[in-house]
């Protein structure tokens, strides 16, 4: 079974920057919706940013500005760079290819990695 695999995690002081990448094991992204959500400890689910296989993206209100979501098809590999981090991003952080995106939301996830933890200190 295909599997995602997370990479470039961290411990970063506030202000500092992370990118994040996401690839398959053994096949290629052909679901519509590619994207990123985060969990902290004791926190809902939160959908961070999606791209839909046409391009769009979208982000959540509170990463907006800050992070920006993309895609190398060649080295299929899917990526998230984070800049200006702080505190309140700390979470484990989540790539999943899903059915569809819904905002900055992944919808009928078909896969999911095991996460990576970014932790910003203050």
């Known amino acids: 079974q295909a599997q995602l695999v997370e990479s470039g995690g961290g411990s970063v002081q506030a202000g500092g920057s992370l990118r994040l990448s996401c690839a398959p094991s053994?096949?290629?992204?052909?679901?519509?919706?590619l994207g990123w959500f985060r969990q902290a400890p004791g926190k809902e689910r939160e959908g961070v940013a999606t791209r839909a296989s046409h391009g769009t993206t979208n982000y959540s209100d509170s990463v907006k500005g800050r992070f920006t979501i993309s895609q190398d098809n060649a080295k299929n590999t899917l990526y998230l760079q984070m800049n200006s981090l702080k505190p309140e991003d700390t979470a484990m952080y989540y790539c999943a290819a899903a059915g569809y995106c819904s905002g900055a939301q992944l919808r009928d996830i078909v896969y999911r990695g095991r996460g990576t933890q970014v932790t910003v200190s203050s």
């Open positions: 053994s096949y290629t992204y052909k679901e519509t919706c």
